[in-house]
């Protein structure tokens, strides 16, 4: 680890302009490529004091063991060079998109005497018109099959094409009317490359005035009844529009934009794009990337913005771009923007309208995208492995934990104290053997204390399951009679608490006093993704781009969820809760069926005892008792709904509810598997 004061410039050394700086380890290898509209006051934030960096610049400052930079003239050259240098170098530090699959593209090629149309993927080429990307190959080829008929340009390969030349036989698409079979002179080449002009520009948008065209002369040739070509010129009419419903219409106005969403969390972040061509969306890709720098959402819009149009020039950057954040400052990126396509480019924040309700679309795509991604790579058995392996390493246990228990406490406002017990074991998942706990040692918030009774239950279960049964032996069954894994039956490798140090301290205070000394302890701060260890008075840090990390976070925010699952649901109870809950011996079936029959607490407690006994299934001692239940009990504050702030006259019996206000079924099975201590 190397100290950026070993390395550091002089201030007078470092100009005051815009510029572009490197930094190198000791290997002489480029670990990160920043730009800067003053390099002075951009250098001088790495060289401050270590603990007043954000960790992940922490790691790189000391990674590094020199660095340098370039003068420029403008910021926008800084952008193109920064980009150029990200692109040649590759730096470990920086934001890199990775696709998560080779997206393909309708390509014509005009750089050649007969434009072929094709699919291709990878790497552009110079002289080729690039349509799409698309999610599928088929897609394309699909509208391929109906443009043909209007446009028979050229889809065979350049042996077929010789070929066909050689043995003056076009192929079976010639014989169909589907190609113009340039390979056999039934056309000449200036004719066939206007033909391709022609689909280029219909696959561009301008589909419009070719419709009108098309149109204009089916009904001449009708009006001088050549109605078999009038028939053709119907049927290509047909096929262009069948083809144009494949990409309905999205934006009103025509417009050509591209659309950019982000949906990122502490680790990894997820970019969708929608290419909008003629108001219709001819295109989408998208890309995953692990957050190895701290980075805003502008920030990573700027870094999406020059992967996807680092290379591109022309109308292949349209005159608008829809972003959810804008880059800091915004003028020199759509300056940059303006001078790859030759002509203004507006870089806005979509606010109203059809184009707002696109970007939530978009938004959409990049949220399951990032989830998608997240349950690929939590379901690799390799990368779970690695991620175990590294746990075991950074907290120096023997062998890696194939269990891992997590607790979380949550409250509002010091009220509805619970906590939640989810388990993972071999890096995945066991919903069945969730466990959710009421606080009930003491009155109030004090997550600490919390911790510290929850754990202790927990493993008091554990201790009198062991002692009960004797020490297990080789074979013997953790299971009841009835096959379901014993409540607490099962230890683990490694206990993991949300929070710092006090939290920490908590955990490993509440083994030590039950005498439990071989399972691990750790805390997994949030805000600065730290790993806490017992008596430790620094964290542990693991790498951003780490699985061990990754693991451990996605266990901690499913503590989470299921803990304030469990709040909320219990807050609501208390809310809507019903003096016939105190009445002993009335089940959940006569509540609802005297609440049927009066409409209301409020018009049962006025009624007399006679009345109350003609519900069906009442009798008149289980009346008296309602009666008498309602007497003393006070008239309730009006329930409130605590999403919409309506004040509730009239009280219905709610059995499990989700979001506050809100009546919902009893939820799904994994959650009622989280049993409540």
Known sequence: MADPSSYRPKPGQIPDSPGVYKFRDEHRRVIYVGKAKSLRQRLANYFQDLAHLHPRTRTMVTTAASVEWTVVSTEVEALQLEYTWIKEYDPRFNVKYRDD??????????????????????QKRKGVRYFGPYGHAWAIRDTVDLLLRVFPVRTCSAGVFKNAARTGRPCLLGYIGKCSAPCVGRIPPEEHKELAEEFCDFMAGRTGTYLRRLEKRMTEAAEEMEYERAARLRDDIEALKKAMEKSAVVLTDATDADLIAVAEDELEAAVQIFHVRGGRVRGQRGWVTDKVEEITTGALVEHALQQLYGEETGDAVPKEVLV???????EPVQDWLTDRRGANVSLRIPQRGDKKALMETVQRNAQQALALHKTKRASDLTTRSRALEEIAEALGLDSAPLRVECYDISHLQGEDVVASMVVFEDGLQRKSEYRRFQIKGFEGQDDVRSMHEVV???FRRYLADKEKTGEWADGESL???DGR???????????????????????????DELGIDD??????????????LPDEDDPVVLPRTSEGLYLLQRVRDEAHRFAITYQRTKRTRRLRASPLDDVAGLGETRKQALIKHFGSVKKLRSATIDQIQEVPGIGRKTAETIAVALAQAAPAAPAVNTATGEIMEEEEPVTTTGSPGEPVSAGPPHERRGQET
Do not use: H
């Open 456 to 458: 202790t239950r927990r």
């Open 101 to 122: 699959k080779s997206y393909p593209y309708l390509a014509v090629t005009m750089n050649e005497e007969f434009p072929r149309v094709q699919v291709m993927r990878g």
């Open 479 to 481: 299971t009841d009679d």
């Open 485 to 511: 894994p014993k409540r607490f039956a099962y230890p683990p490798q490694l206990v993991v608490v949300d929070g710092g140090q006090p939290q920490v301290a908590a955990a490993k205070k509440a083994l």
């Open 519 to 532: 399972i691990a302890v750790c805390g997994l701060a949030k805000r600065l993704e730290e790993v806490w």
């Open 324 to 330: 959810p954040a804008l880059p800091e400052p915004i």
